[in-house]
């Protein structure tokens, strides 16, 4: 939303890795580019038993459960075993403390770099829709009607590669990212030509 209004050259988001959606802001001279490390951000990184299974929301709710902000929390990062994300300020202090995550026993460090071989996990969802339009992929990705998508979209609580997005019929490409808050975070990962009939195949990959 901010980057129209900057100067190119003369700001720089940051979130602890290169390929963090979350960050934050530095609006600075052109002859003083920040260093990563200048940015206040830490990498916690959780640890557990590879046969339980620990979630994004998890995590996101056990640090909001200290009475940390949403602003605080950055990219959470989920693999089998361990967890990294990216915090701020008293988010850092909270995770630090953590030994459960939900009814599972987790040890959380602050001493280990973010790992650069991570993989997003994810579940595929398929389905048919009539068009690519927005609401119909929601009602795919998130087995709801249409008239509850729709509602969702015009409450703002959709976004479309990060900007918020009040269209209902706005359509979606291969390699989109959309996120509805309460239910996740999603990747449209193909579209097919049409059937016969007109219909599209589509994949759909929800992030765990």
């Known amino acids: 939303m901010l980057r129209p209004m ?3 050259g003369c700001f720089r988001f940051y979130g602890g890795c290169a390929s963090a959606e979350r960050g934050i802001l530095c609006i600075h001279p052109e002859d003083a580019v920040p260093e990563d ?35 605080c929390i ?6 089998p075993g361990r967890i990294q994300c990216f915090v701020t300020g008293a988010a850092a ?10 009814r599972m026993g987790v040890r959380v ?3 280990v770099p973010f790992a650069d071989d991570y993989q997003q996990a994810v579940k595929s969802i398929t389905g048919t829709v009539a068009s690519p339009r927005l609401d119909a992929i929601l009602k795919t990705a998130l ?8 509602e969702l979209i015009c409450r703002q609580l959709v976004m479309v590669n990060y900007q918020e997005i009040t269209e209902v019929s706005r359509h ?7 996120s509805v808050r309460g239910y996740g975070k999603f990747c449209l990962k193909s579209i097919s030509m049409p ?10 990959e929800k992030y765990l």
């Open 93 to 102: 202090a909270a995770g630090m403390q953590l030994t459960k995550i939900g």
């Open 172 to 178: 979606l490409k291969e390699g989109d990212v959309f």
């Open 37 to 71: 490390s200048e940015f206040p951000i830490t990498c916690l990184t959780i640890t557990f038993r590879e046969t339980d299974q620990i979630t994004h929301r998890d995590v996101l709710g056990s640090l909001m459960a200290q009475q940390v902000t949403r602003d």
């Open 195 to 204: 059937t016969k009939k007109g219909r599209l195949h589509i994949v759909i």
């Open 74 to 79: 950055g990219d959470i990062f989920v693999s």
């Open 109 to 111: 460090t602050d001493a």
């Open 6 to 8: 900057l100067k190119e």
């Open 143 to 150: 087995h709801l009607n249409r008239e509850t998508c729709a």
